[in-house]
């Protein structure tokens, strides 16, 4: 497996990229800085706000694999304590619920870092 690191234009936007998803993580709070990368045939964004780093997974036609979230969770967080962090495997429904539509995506993984 290996981690991708996409490019992001100046002027792209996650709230036009995946605008349901954000809206139910931080709905207006800012963010500070993202990055894209792909994993395969998993799209993943690396978001870091001023109270939280969010890393999600988004696969367009199957399921995540636990051992791509275990990857991903490596690269990303290499001297975070797997305690710190909260995966929430069920997200896409969560974000479809918040919505009231469905989402274009076939899974949807959240992890998550809080700030002290």
Same mark, same amino acid.
């Given at each position: 497996?290996?981690?991708? $690191?996409?490019?992001?234009?100046?002027?792209?936007?996650?709230?036009?990229? &995946?605008? /349901?998803?954000?809206?139910?993580?931080?709905?207006? *709070?800012?963010?500070?800085?993202?990055? *894209?990368?792909?994993?395969?045939?998993?799209?993943?964004?690396?978001?870091?706000?001023?109270?939280?780093? !969010?890393?999600?997974?988004?696969?367009? #036609? /199957?399921?995540?694999?636990? $051992? $791509?979230?275990?990857? *991903? &969770? !490596? #690269?990303?967080?290499?001297?975070?304590? /797997?305690? $710190?962090? *909260?995966?929430?495997?069920?997200?896409?429904?969560?974000?479809?619920? /918040?919505?009231?539509? #469905?989402?274009?995506?076939?899974?949807?993984? &959240? &992890?998550?870092?809080?700030? #002290?």
């Amino acid at each position: 497996m290996h981690l991708i $690191e996409t490019p992001v234009r100046l002027n792209a936007s996650l709230h036009k990229m &995946i605008p /349901r998803t954000i809206n139910y993580l931080y709905g207006k *709070t800012a963010i500070k800085f993202f990055k *894209t990368y792909t994993l395969d045939a998993v799209h993943i964004y690396y978001i870091d706000a001023f109270s939280e780093v !969010d890393v999600i997974m988004m696969a367009d #036609k /199957r399921k995540i694999k636990s $051992e $791509e979230i275990d990857f *991903t &969770i !490596d #690269k990303l967080f290499p001297e975070v304590s /797997r305690t $710190e962090l *909260t995966v929430d495997p069920a997200a896409k429904a969560k974000v479809e619920a /918040r919505a009231k539509r #469905k989402l274009q995506y076939h899974d949807v993984v &959240i &992890i998550q870092q809080k700030r #002290k």
